[in-house]
């Protein structure tokens, strides 16, 4: 049962970093979006003054009060106005979507912050490490068995992540609830000329997104000399390696980089097809995107999400290698082989539409009640 079929709205406050710049805070936008449509009145605690995607709701920006000399006594105080506007609002719901990687800091919010609230913590990378302090094994492993004690659910985006939850943890509570896709407005003028390219999109970060493989799959291709651009679209810390890479390659006519921007879907629209080479994800987004807008992927299987969207030879291809070569024959297959890129083509939205928002409300519904 919805919200909207309630006497009484149901008050959701949604906790995290900020709105801006990844997949992670694009969902967590999304999903204010869906569960105000759905009933639900909806808060959102940003905690750094960051504000790319829209969002429905109440705003209470923390990061407003940050400034460049940012220093102990001024958290404390963002830490005490979030723990007033908790209690003012008298919130049913508090879904924590921040990396919980800090048992000091996680113990703080535990017996300062949330005193009394419903809590769920949304857990979005299988590097549990990012979302749960189990870095040091005496002290975090307490804080970590307090938190699962503690919160009213744990939704990770994957059912992977959620088994590996529960299994470590000798817990019940995770669940996974995936990340919806966007409802984009693309218009047939995309704004882009005809020149084909490929499309990585995401941040860029070595470590997380593998952009050495993406780049020397490509090199060990034949699409740069049948004039198909790799076109990558993001920002990070990594734009001066991924630079010189291009440049150690000889690639610098045929990839093309870009910087972040919100608006990514006549990117994604007019590719032939999205790649992702990452190490670890969660849910990634830009698959899911790249399918409902009719785009196929050629992504590693990595640990986790790709393997719960991608059929192989369906809607895409999914690699289990991290070989440029492999990878490499990979991406000219898609491009060369014209039946199956159709066939991949044809599968993309249909193989997304259990991820409509609609679906995706009502398993948040489920546990919202």
């Not at 709105?19 to 009933?39: D, F, I, M, V, Y």
């Not at 493989?213 to 991924?242: C, M, N, Q, R, T």
């Not at 790649?275 to 698959?287: A, D, H, K, M, Q």
């Amino acid at each position: 049962m919805g919200a909207s079929k309630l006497d009484k709205k149901i008050k959701i406050c949604l906790v995290t970093i900020s709105l801006g710049g990844g997949g992670a805070e694009r969902s967590t936008a999304l999903l204010s979006k869906l569960l105000e449509k759905k009933g639900y009145e909806v808060h959102l605690v940003v905690l750094t003054d960051k504000i790319d995607y829209a969002y429905k709701g109440k705003l209470f920006n923390l990061g407003k009060f940050k400034n460049r000399n940012d220093n102990l006594f001024q958290r404390l105080r963002r830490f005490r106005k979030l723990k007033k506007y908790l209690a003012e609002n008298q919130f049913d719901y508090i879904i924590d979507n921040r990396p919980k990687n800090n048992a000091l800091r996680e113990l703080y919010y535990l017996k300062y912050i949330y005193t009394s609230q419903k809590l769920i913590y949304v857990i979005r990378n299988s590097t549990l490490e990012k979302y749960l302090p189990i870095k040091n094994k005496f002290f975090s492993t307490w804080v970590v068995d307090l938190i699962i004690k503690r919160v009213y659910k744990l939704v990770a985006v994957s059912k992977a992540i959620a088994k590996e939850v529960n299994k470590g943890f000798s817990t019940k509570k995770a669940i996974g609830i995936y990340n919806p896709i966007e409802n984009f407005c693309v218009t047939n003028n995309t704004g882009f000329s005809d020149e084909g390219y490929i499309l990585f999109l995401g941040r860029i970060e070595e470590k997380s997104k593998n952009l050495s493989l993406l780049l020397e799959s490509y090199k060990f291709s034949s699409l740069a000399e049948k004039g198909v651009k790799l076109k990558i679209v993001g920002s990070g810390p990594d734009e001066v390696f991924v630079n010189k890479k291009i440049k150690a390659l000889n690639l610098e006519k045929h990839v093309e980089r870009i910087a972040f921007t919100p608006e990514v879907q006549s990117y994604i629209k007019a590719a032939k097809f999205l790649v992702l080479t990452s190490n670890y994800e969660g849910f990634p987004r830009v698959i899911i995107e790249a399918l409902s807008l009719g785009t196929p992927v050629v992504s590693v299987n990595c640990k986790s999400g790709p393997s719960e969207i991608v059929q192989d030879k369906i809607n895409g291809l999914l690699i289990n290698s991290y070989d440029k070569e492999v990878f490499g024959r990979a991406i000219n297959e898609l491009f060369e082989n014209k039946k199956l890129y159709k066939t991949c083509k044809e599968n993309t939205k249909q193989s997304v539409a259990h991820l409509e928002q609609e679906v995706i409300a009502e398993e948040w519904a489920k546990i919202l009640v």
